[in-house]
């Protein structure tokens, strides 16, 4: 199983920009597709961005085009760059993997095995 541990959150203004990142351990990383899925206060945990173990790219209709999301699997690192925040961006973003060769990984929480603790990400208006 994958150990993951997010970093990158914190404070930033409306039309900011954030990376986050996601440390993987374990040697599942490579054939893993990797995602990030961000939970609201008193919302329920919601979709972000997957990228297959191929890079293939995909993502929620609200992030589309402002965030981009990379891997590096020399480092076993997954990165989410987040350009142009909105205060509705706000939530704790939590990194996750797929054990999956799909060039179309599931974007359904319970289909990834793994998940980090969770990053903070607020922006302010």
């Known amino acids: 199983q994958v150990q993951l541990v997010e970093s990158g959150g914190g404070l930033a203004q409306a039309g900011g920009s954030l990376r986050l990142s996601c440390a993987a351990s374990?040697?599942?990383?490579?054939?893993?597709?990797m995602g990030w899925f961000r939970q609201a206060p008193g919302k329920e945990r919601e979709f972000v961005a997957v990228i297959s173990w191929g890079d293939s790219t995909y993502y929620a209709d609200s992030v589309k085009g402002r965030f981009t999301l990379s891997r590096d699997n020399a480092k076993n690192t997954v990165y989410l760059q987040m350009n142009s925040l909105k205060p509705e961006d706000t939530a704790v973003y939590f990194c996750a993997a797929q054990r999956t060769f799909s060039s179309r990984p599931s974007i359904r929480a319970l289909d990834f095995r793994s998940w980090g603790q969770g990053t903070q990400v607020t922006v302010s208006s």
């Open positions: 374990g040697r599942t990383f490579s054939s893993s597709a």
